[in-house]
């Protein structure tokens, strides 16, 4: 879609999450069902169920926008999803599987709070007060979610990691 206007580019980057999301929400059960950590898997879990309603803020969005949330596919997150595969495909070591799907999970997140942040300041510019603090709300989701897989591997994961290795 030629970008131009401003709106068409809010439009064009949420339904680039859009689908960045739903295609995030058909890979975690793998990747939740490849760790061994159970405190990783609950939070992987939770992060799913999450993901659900920040599916539908963005619907809620579209919606406001007269605007359709399908039409792109989000290659930046395909490619992320790709290399989890391949690492739990390659498998190893448990306790070291779960700090590189860890690391994986945490660039998945890392993404989403890029085009949450970009689309937040969008919305704010254009006047959308109401997409604005869904989005915002969600960017914080998406930053929790990063804060805990980063306390996980932390205090707990790579610790096991490094043991397995010696
Ligand atoms: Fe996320």
């Given at each position: 879609?030629?970008?131009?206007?401003?709106?068409?580019?809010?439009?064009h980057k949420l339904q680039d999450i859009y689908d960045a999301e739903n295609?995030?929400?058909?890979?975690?059960?793998?990747?939740?069902?490849?760790?061994?950590?159970?405190?990783?898997?609950?939070?992987?879990?939770?992060?799913?169920?999450?993901?659900?309603?920040?599916?539908?803020?963005?619907?809620?969005?579209?919606?406001?926008?007269?605007?359709?949330?399908?039409?792109?596919?989000?290659?930046?997150?395909?490619?992320?999803?790709?290399?989890?595969?391949?690492?739990?495909?390659?498998?190893?070591?448990?306790?070291?599987?779960?700090?590189?799907?860890?690391?994986?999970?945490?660039?998945?997140?890392?993404?989403?709070?890029?085009?949450?942040?970009?689309?937040?300041?969008?919305?704010?510019?254009?006047?959308?007060?109401?997409?604005?603090?869904?989005?915002?709300?969600?960017?914080?989701?998406?930053?929790?979610?990063?804060?805990?897989?980063?306390?996980?591997a932390e205090q707990n994961v790579n610790q096991k990691a490094q043991q397995?290795?010696?």
């Amino acid at each position: 879609m030629p970008l131009n206007s401003m709106q068409d580019l809010m439009i064009h980057k949420l339904q680039d999450i859009y689908d960045a999301e739903n295609q995030a929400l058909q890979a975690y059960p793998q990747i939740a069902g490849a760790v061994s950590s159970q405190e990783l898997k609950q939070a992987l879990q939770t992060h799913q169920q999450e993901t659900q309603g920040q599916v539908q803020r963005l619907e809620q969005i579209f919606q406001q926008l007269g605007a359709q949330p399908g039409g792109q596919t989000c290659n930046g997150m395909q490619g992320l999803i790709q290399e989890s595969q391949k690492i739990i495909q390659e498998g190893g070591a448990p306790e070291v599987l779960d700090a590189a799907i860890i690391a994986a999970a945490q660039a998945m997140e890392h993404y989403e709070i890029a085009g949450y942040g970009t689309a937040r300041t969008l919305a704010q510019q254009a006047g959308m007060t109401e997409a604005a603090q869904l989005l915002e709300q969600t960017l914080e989701e998406e930053k929790q979610t990063d804060a805990l897989l980063t306390r996980l591997a932390e205090q707990n994961v790579n610790q096991k990691a490094q043991q397995a290795g010696q």
